[in-house]
């Protein structure tokens, strides 16, 4: 059986002495991340709620790092319990760097931003998050080339960059779906034909095979997906099911009793997404789940501020009030608990960290007898359900609320506009030198996937801004640099 880790794990694209033989190359692939301008971009990315509404609300960068720390987490349970990892431990440097570059794709204005960007390249090979987190790791960032440092192409036309030369172990990472995104839209799947596809860039069809090679042995045949991205995809929904709720809480647009008092379609497709992902992740499990179920969790989760205490209990029981008036009281010691919750620094704390604690204890191991490098980590369906009912009612009541929709809306059409400007005749010229001399280098494919790049490696201020010099009313200048 072969093990967890192999040497091939340690290669890289281009080959590198290590002049520090005390630091193995997963840390050193840490290092590279953590110094590179891609990661810093992250804090001008928004989470949930934009940046400059306030200094308390996530960023990309902080959700990442938060990831990676819960990765960590479950990583180092799961060395300390589990009998897989006794004789070969997860290496806890390359579950970190997987939780901290997981988000390094992601386009300014999120998911609208994502759509904008597949619109504009639909039929020039598509745009997505996930794919684009690969190419910036194995291509866009300015670490390695292979061969002349100065050079990007040869004289053939071969793409000479080689991004931060990380190790094959470390980019099988953050390959979170084994499937290659066409070229065409028609080539689609049906469901895809109109929104991103999740996977792989085709240009880079030859690196997967590598990384697969150099990882299993082989490059097709089985599903890929790495220990450590597992670990890594459960990290990013817990801290998606708990640190966006208390973002909003700490907004003040809800707090935790109205979770309870949404219109009923928002409950409806709840209930239709999480079970649409039980299907997928739990095939040989027959649990569905309902609207009382995602009450239920509800409850469970938030049962506190419910609590009844001696004094209220009597009072509650005493028939000789009117039960309006009981009723009246009891709403209100409860919307003064949910309050308590959504205002208090140290509620929302010691909220968040036991809720954490209790989806860190539901995390398993699904072996893979084959391929130890293809162990799962996966939730227990229970702690699952809890996690996707919290996930799905935050993104529907707020991030598919009004109020977030008209700045990402907002967003999309900021980032076709600059797209559209940029893919005009001489449009090119507004790219700064890097990326001009890399467009005109390249085919018509090379070309739109160019100015793809530019965009998505916005943040969200400095694409209003590029939009602002374009279109708007602000005075121009030609000092400020691009």
Do not use: W
Not at 113 to 142: H, P, W, Y
Request: aromatic fraction near 10%; include cysteine; charge should be negative.
């Amino acid at each position: 059986m072969p093990e967890l880790y192999s040497s091939g794990d340690d290669k890289r694209p281009v080959v590198q002495p290590n002049p520090e033989e005390y630091r193995d190359e997963a840390r050193r692939d840490y290092a590279r991340l953590i110094h590179s301008a891609s990661f810093r971009r992250l804090q001008g990315k928004t989470q949930v709620f934009p940046g400059h509404e306030s200094d308390f609300f996530r960023n990309r960068l902080t959700h990442s790092l938060e990831v990676a720390q819960i990765a960590k987490s479950i990583a180092i349970r799961l060395n300390s319990t589990s009998s897989h990892f006794a004789k070969t431990p997860i290496n806890l440097d390359i579950v970190e760097f997987a939780g901290l570059a997981h988000d390094l794709g992601h386009p300014p204005f999120g998911h609208n931003g994502e759509e904008a960007l597949d619109e504009c390249m639909r039929d020039v090979g598509g745009f997505e998050g996930n794919a684009q987190t690969l190419r910036i790791l194995s291509t866009l960032e300015k670490k390695q080339t292979y061969g002349d440092e100065s050079s990007t192409f040869d004289g053939e036309g071969n793409d000479l960059r080689r991004g931060l030369n990380l190790t094959y172990r470390s980019l099988a990472s953050v390959l979170k779906y084994d499937r290659k995104i066409p070229i065409g839209s028609k080539e689609r799947p049906a469901d895809k034909q109109h929104s991103p596809m999740k996977g792989y860039y085709k240009s880079d069809e030859e690196l997967v095979k590598d990384v697969k090679k150099h990882v299993l042995g082989q490059a097709d045949g089985v599903e890929f997906k790495t220990l450590e991205c597992s670990i890594m995809d459960i990290a990013d929904d817990i801290a998606y099911s708990t640190y966006d709720l208390e973002d909003i809480f700490k907004s003040g647009i809800h707090g935790p009793l109205d979770l309870f008092s949404f219109p009923e379609q928002i409950y409806e497709l709840v209930v239709e997404t999480t079970n649409k992902r039980i299907e997928k992740q739990y095939k040989d499990e027959a649990t569905r789940i309902d609207v009382s179920d995602v009450r239920d969790v509800l409850y469970e989760v938030f049962k506190d501020i419910f609590a009844i205490g001696t004094e209220e209990e009597k009072f509650l029981r005493n028939r000789n009030i009117e039960s309006g008036k009981r009723k009246m009281y009891s709403s209100m010691a409860t919307e003064k608990l949910s309050s308590l919750y959504a205002g208090n620094g140290y509620h929302r704390t010691r909220f968040t960290s036991k809720l954490v604690q209790l989806f860190l204890d539901g995390v398993e191991i699904v072996p893979n007898s084959d391929f130890p490098q293809l162990h799962q980590a996966k939730l227990k369906l229970k702690t699952f359900v809890f996690v996707e009912v919290l996930k799905n009612i935050t993104f529907e009541s707020v991030i598919r609320s009004p109020m977030l929709q008209v700045v990402e809306y907002r967003g999309k059409d900021v980032i076709k506009k600059i797209f559209e400007v940029i893919g005009s005749p001489n449009g090119d010229r507004l790219m700064p030198p890097d990326f001009r001399e890399i467009y005109r280098q390249s085919d018509n494919l090379g070309q739109m996937r160019t100015i793809c790049d530019f965009i998505a490696g916005m943040t969200d201020r400095y694409a209003v801004e590029f939009y602002s010099r374009l279109f708007g009313a602000n005075g121009m200048t030609m000092h400020k640099p691009l």
